[in-house]
Nanobody, 117 residues
Framework: QVQLVESGGGLVQAGGSLRLSCAAS????????AAWYRQAPGKQRELVAT???????TYADSVKGRFTISRDNAKKMAYLEMNTLKPEDTAAYYC???????????WGQGTQVTVSS
């Protein structure tokens, strides 16, 4: 049974840091791209960062230089290190696993990040 569980969200002041974690049990994690998305109230869900099964990463322009995505295939974990947080980073953050073989897409339940000014 596949289960994605995010953790690490919370309330932080502007300029602070948080580290999000995603535990992807039941997936063929080594054959998947992991990603973090976020959705602020009244806005569409947006892609924040991706890390491929080979370790290549991509970032939204708004978080480049501040966020770092990483993965641990042995533990089936994905991480998002967020530094120099801004109030506009406030959103629910969702883990996404795009498994290649067999092709499946999984979502976590989300973790809230709130950045106060």
């Amino acid at each position: 049974q596949v289960q994605l569980v995010e953790s690490g969200g919370g309330l932080v002041q502007a300029g602070g840091s948080l580290r999000l974690s995603c535990a992807a049990s039941g997936t063929i994690f080594s054959m998947a791209t992991a990603a973090w998305y976020r959705q602020a109230p009244g806005k569409q869900r947006e892609l924040v960062a991706t890390v491929s099964n080979g370790g290549s990463t991509t970032y939204a322009d708004s978080v480049k230089g501040r966020f770092t995505i990483s993965r641990d295939n042995a533990k089936k974990m994905a991480y998002l290190e967020m530094n120099t947080l801004k109030p506009e980073d406030t959103a629910a953050y969702y883990c996404n696993i795009d498994q290649l073989i067999p092709r499946r897409v999984y979502w976590g339940q989300g973790t809230q990040v709130t950045v106060s000014s």
